[in-house]
């Protein structure tokens, strides 16, 4: 099964984002190499971005600029990177995809989406990564592992909850 590589330091990046963020959802980009293939997808890095959803709904819901994607797409243009998917936090909620994220998932099928519970101010250790197949409307859970290399590994497994 094709799983998610996130090095520890892009992992603890997007937690420390999550955390402060806290009690509104944060989210952002995660970046890779552009041809991923059938083989795991590998995170380089990623770009927190402003949850521009309504003041009032950010505590349920996030939304990220449009405009900042297309300048994500447009600086990775010929880098061999691109956009593999997009991460954000369900404050004290679990890390499973809502209701009000199955529209998001369905407007970038093919990418994945990482979501990190965060209880009371403080990020869970292991996000949960997600995928949706077009003309699907079920998310199927990615494995989630350490990149090669990293001391603290992850290892979420699709359907365990923590």
Not at 142 to 155: S, W, Y
Request: overall charge negative; aromatic content about 6%.
């Amino acid at each position: 099964m094709r799983g998610l590589v996130l090095p520890a330091a892009v992992r603890d990046g997007i937690a420390a984002h999550a955390a402060a963020t806290w009690p509104e959802e944060a989210c952002g980009i995660l970046i890779g190499p552009a041809a991923a293939g059938p083989a795991d997808l590998r995170v380089e890095r990623s770009l927190a971005c402003a949850n521009i959803a309504p003041a009032d709904e950010r505590r349920r819901r996030f939304e990220i600029d449009p405009r900042a994607v297309i300048e994500t797409q447009r600086r990775l243009r010929d880098t061999g990177s691109g956009i593999l998917g997009f991460y954000h936090s369900h404050p004290d909620a679990a890390a499973l995809p809502s209701p009000t994220d199955l529209p998001f998932f369905r407007l970038w099928p093919h990418t994945v989406w990482l979501i990190l519970e965060v209880r009371a101010g403080r990020a869970a250790d292991a996000p949960r990564a997600w995928w949706l197949e077009p003309d699907t409307d079920v998310p199927v859970e990615l494995p989630v592992r350490a990149a090669a290399g990293d001391i603290a590994g992850i290892t979420r497994k699709p359907g365990v909850d923590a």
